[in-house]
Structures are given as structure tokens and as C-alpha cells.
T-cell receptor, first 112, second 113 residues
């Protein structure tokens, strides 16, 4: 089945800096890669996703890139703000189905 | 309605109690999921229902018993839980056949005493 590895586990940046979080997956049949943001005590919220027929997708300060050959995808956040502080999870489909399995998460801290 | 509703939001139960968690959606999604999330950990997949039938059980102990009585409702029956089962239980749903549009409920915070 699919295995998703995420790095780093913690990331501290200064406000205005960029942050990059990377994930690798094992199942070459996987075709959908979302990123979730989870604030303390709240549910995971989808922030951006990418499908396997696209190499990059951008939404304002957030972008996701996908390298299918290398089986990795990355989340890029530019001009970070304190409200970006949260835990970020990458995910990929499980057993080529619809259920998602998640990476271990990255705790992002943005200091002002 | 674009929400997944979970009740109760908080639950404290003893190890000998029987309780149930409820998840409801009215988006016409035919795939529904239960996840367990411990503090500072990712959501862990427990069960997957497709067309109201259990399709994946991730080796979950029998003290957790899922039920999908209709296309809008998913229950998780709890019995003889252990303190280590204390966690946030999340429900999610998607249209059948795709991972896109994965919608999480707000979760039930379960404490087993």
C-alpha cells in the first residue's frame, strides 16, 4: 500500500520568509496529492491539492509542485505570516482508492 | 449543505460504557471514512465505507464497531475502550471514486477514563 513520508517534522521561520515542506510517496499509481493545514483543536483543512497530470499549482502565497518521476511533492509558502503557524500534512490515496493516508506532519512556526 | 456534521463534539466515557459517535452528510457522497487522531500525530485511517458497505478495516480492534445505516449516516459504536483510545475521532466523506473533495467533520474529542 501507499506510504507517505514528510520532512521536516518542525520548521521555524521569520515572518516574510519562505517555507518548504516535502513529501515522498511509494505508489506510482497515486494520482492526487492534497495538503492540509490543522490548527490546534481544529479539523484538518484542505489548503491546496494537485493532480498527477499537472506539475505545479499556485494559489496566492501557496504553491504545490509534483515530480512524478521522483515520486515527491512539495508545499511552498511565500511571505509567511504568523497566522500560517500550524501543523501541515501531506496526503496521498491509499491502495489506489479514495481514502487518504497522511504524512507525519510538519509543525510550522512563524515568528514576527 | 457542504458540511460533515459530527456529534457529540466531546465525550467522556468509562471503560465499561457503551457509546456511539455519529457522522452525517447530505452532499450525496457515497464514500465515508473514520479516522483516529492522537495529539501531535496525523489522522490514522480506521474504516472506509463505499455504498454503505465496509470496504477497508485497518486492523481496528473489535471494541470499535462501525455502522453505515444509510448513505448519509455513519456511526462508530464504542464498547470497553481503553484509556489509550482517547483521541480526536474524525469522519470524512467524498464522492465515490475520487479523493477530491475530501471533507472532514469537526471531530469528536473522546476521553476514556
Amino acid at each position: 500500500g501507499e506510504n507517505v513520508e514528510q520532512h521536516p517534522s518542525t520548521l521555524s521561520v521569520q515572518e516574510g520568509d519562505s517555507a518548504v515542506i516535502k513529501c515522498t510517496y511509494s505508489d506510482s499509481a497515486s494520482n492526487y496529492f492534497p495538503w492540509y493545514k490543522q490548527e490546534l483543536g481544529k479539523r484538518p483543512q484542505l489548503i491546496i491539492d494537485i493532480r498527477s497530470n499537472v506539475g505545479e499549482k499556485k494559489d496566492q502565497r501557496i504553491a504545490v509542485t509534483l515530480n512524478k518521476t521522483a515520486k515527491h511533492f512539495s508545499l511552498h509558502i511565500t511571505e509567511t505570516q504568523p497566522e500560517d503557524s500550524a501543523v501541515y500534512f501531506c496526503a496521498a490515496p491509499y491502495q489506489a482508492g479514495t481514502a487518504l493516508i497522511f504524512g507525519k506532519g510538519t509543525t510550522l512556526s512563524v515568528s514576527s | 449543505d457542504t458540511e460533515v456534521t459530527q456529534t457529540p463534539k466531546h465525550l467522556v466515557m468509562g471503560m465499561t460504557n457503551k457509546k456511539s459517535l455519529k457522522c452525517e452528510q447530505h452532499m450525496g457522497h457515497r464514500a465515508m471514512y473514520w479516522y483516529k487522531q492522537k495529539a501531535k500525530k496525523p489522522p490514522e485511517l480506521m474504516f472506509v465505507y463505499s455504498y454503505e458497505k465496509l470496504s477497508i478495516n485497518e486492523s481496528v480492534p473489535s471494541r470499535f464497531s462501525p455502522e453505515c445505516p444509510n448513505s448519509s449516516l455513519l456511526n462508530l459504536h464504542l464498547h470497553a475502550l481503553q484509556p489509550e483510545d482517547s483521541a480526536l475521532y474524525l469522519c470524512a466523506s467524498t464522492p465515490l471514486g475520487q479523493s477530491y473533495g475530501y471533507t472532514f467533520g469537526s471531530g469528536t474529542r473522546l476521553t476514556v477514563v
